[in-house]
């Protein structure tokens, strides 16, 4: 069974850092895009940071200068770190996975578990 498992998140301050990591399990040949989604209570889950497998890398403007996006694509893992954590980034974070090919899919999504995040002194 293909999934992927969540690691890191929880209690941060304000202004302090976070990292949270992922990894694919089973038996996974390659991923499309990999990368991260959240979502807050009562919103919409939406695009933190996200990865090709070409390279490329896109972040949203919420987090952008804050945030780092990290993919090791034979460990087929990816991690999230955002610094100068703030009010609005509160939320259960997603790792995402597109395009998964295992010995039984060719064309899967993944989505993790999710693993929350609180800001608070």
Do not use: H
């Not at 850092?17 to 991260?36: H, N």
């Not at 933190?48 to 200068?65: C, D, I, N, Q, R």
């Not at 997603?94 to 609180?118: D, E, F, M, P």
């Amino acid at each position: 069974q293909v999934q992927l498992v969540e690691s890191g998140g929880g209690l941060v301050q304000p202004g302090g850092s976070l990292k949270l990591s992922c990894k694919g399990s089973g038996t996974i040949f390659s991923i499309g895009r990999m990368g991260w989604y959240r979502q807050a209570p009562g919103g919409q889950r939406e695009m933190v940071a996200l990865t090709w497998s070409g390279g490329s890398t896109s972040v949203a403007g919420s987090v952008k200068g804050r945030a780092t996006i990290d993919r090791d694509f034979s460990k087929k893992t990816v991690s999230l770190q955002i610094n100068d954590l703030n009010p609005d980034d509160p939320a259960v974070y997603y790792c995402y996975a597109y395009r998964v090919v295992s010995l039984t899919y060719r064309n899967l999504t993944l989505w993790g578990q999710g693993t929350l995040v609180t800001v608070s002194a």
